[in-house]
């Protein structure tokens, strides 16, 4: 067996990280280059990923010739763009050896972002068919185009950002707050979580014997700013008695981009802080 420390080195592999400047899509670039890996930061927001992509080149380097670091702004709902995003990466790291699927419509509840009002029955057509584009074919578009390089060189990794709303219905009482309109979490995010799960079974069924590996990753709810009230429920219904911290998803998502997790592929890694097995 080899030493263990060497399962989770990253050394000399090249990541792909969609809605890399994102709150998670940070945390995961930052991790994955502290391994050792060269990153492509890849995010629809260019100036979000270059100063991702700068603050890794600033605080890691790499033990190859390679760059620590490098942005590129990739809007995943477009073909030609998801190309372009994995073009890119080989013509600056010379390969690709990861994939993480993180860019994604979220609707949050923190105080950025507000509150969601529209009930199931006059759901906008628009807002379902945007976080379709967003949420699936984004991770299908990147997916298609990141596996080409990984066929060639024999070997791959794929992992897709699920969450528990994937495994389970949304606790509608969780977005309840006494003198305002009753807000949800809207249907969108359930159902796209739920197809990534899909995606993730059929990709790792059909690269079968292919040695491209394909995972999925569902975090449960991560702190980021939300109201006292929110947290208190939230963190009420975990069996860990708190929301997650950014940093949280870190470890699980270091194993299933390494070696350590060789043995894994059409899984689905639970982060939940317990939340799921009340």
């Known amino acids: 067996m080899p030493p263990l420390p060497?399962?989770?080195?990253?050394?000399?592999?090249?990541?792909?990280?969609?809605?890399?400047?994102?709150?998670?899509?940070?945390?995961?670039?930052?991790?994955?280059?502290?391994?050792?890996?060269?990153?492509?930061?890849?995010?629809?927001?260019?100036?979000?990923?270059?100063?991702?992509?700068?603050?890794?080149?600033r605080d890691f380097s790499t033990p190859n010739k390679n760059p620590p670091a490098a942005a590129i702004q990739t809007d995943v709902t477009d073909k030609s763009s998801a190309k372009d995003m994995v073009d890119e990466t080989i013509r600056q790291f010379g390969r690709l050896d990861i994939l993480v699927n993180s860019a994604v419509l979220d609707p949050k509840f923190d105080p950025?972002?507000?509150?969601?009002?529209?009930?199931?029955?006059?759901?906008?057509?628009?807002?379902?068919?945007?976080?379709?584009?967003?949420?699936?074919?984004?991770?299908?578009?990147?997916?298609?185009?990141?596996?080409?390089?990984?066929?060639?060189?024999?070997?791959?990794?794929?992992?897709?950002?699920?969450?528990?709303?994937?495994?389970?219905?949304?606790?509608?009482?969780?977005?309840?707050?006494?003198?305002?309109p009753q807000q949800y979490k809207p249907i969108f995010y359930s159902v796209t979580k739920t197809g990534v799960l899909g995606m993730t079974h059929y990709l790792a069924t059909y690269y079968a014997g292919k040695n491209?590996?394909?995972?999925?990753?569902?975090?449960?709810?991560?702190?980021?700013?939300?109201?006292?009230?929110?947290?208190?429920?939230?963190?009420?219904?975990?069996?860990?008695?708190?929301?997650a911290d950014k940093s949280d998803m870190n470890g699980a998502l270091l194993f299933l981009a390494s070696d350590a997790s060789n043995y894994m592929t059409g899984a689905n890694l639970v982060v939940d802080g317990g939340w799921s097995v009340w």
């Open 6 to 57: 060497t399962l989770f080195d990253l050394s000399s592999r090249v990541a792909v990280i969609t809605g890399g400047a994102g709150l998670l899509g940070t945390e995961f670039s930052r991790t994955l280059s502290a391994a050792g890996a060269s990153i492509m930061v890849a995010d629809i927001d260019i100036n979000g990923a270059q100063s991702v992509a700068d603050s890794i080149t």
């Open 112 to 180: 950025a972002h507000g509150g969601h009002v529209n009930a199931f029955e006059d759901f906008p057509l628009d807002a379902w068919n945007q976080a379709i584009e967003v949420n699936l074919t984004g991770a299908f578009l990147s997916s298609q185009a990141a596996v080409v390089p990984m066929l060639k060189q024999g070997k791959g990794v794929i992992i897709n950002l699920s969450s528990i709303y994937g495994i389970t219905g949304p606790d509608q009482r969780l977005y309840q707050q006494e003198n305002r």
């Open 212 to 243: 491209i590996r394909v995972n999925a990753l569902s975090p449960g709810g991560v702190y980021n700013g939300h109201d006292e009230a929110f947290v208190q429920a939230y963190s009420a219904r975990t069996v860990l008695g708190r929301m």
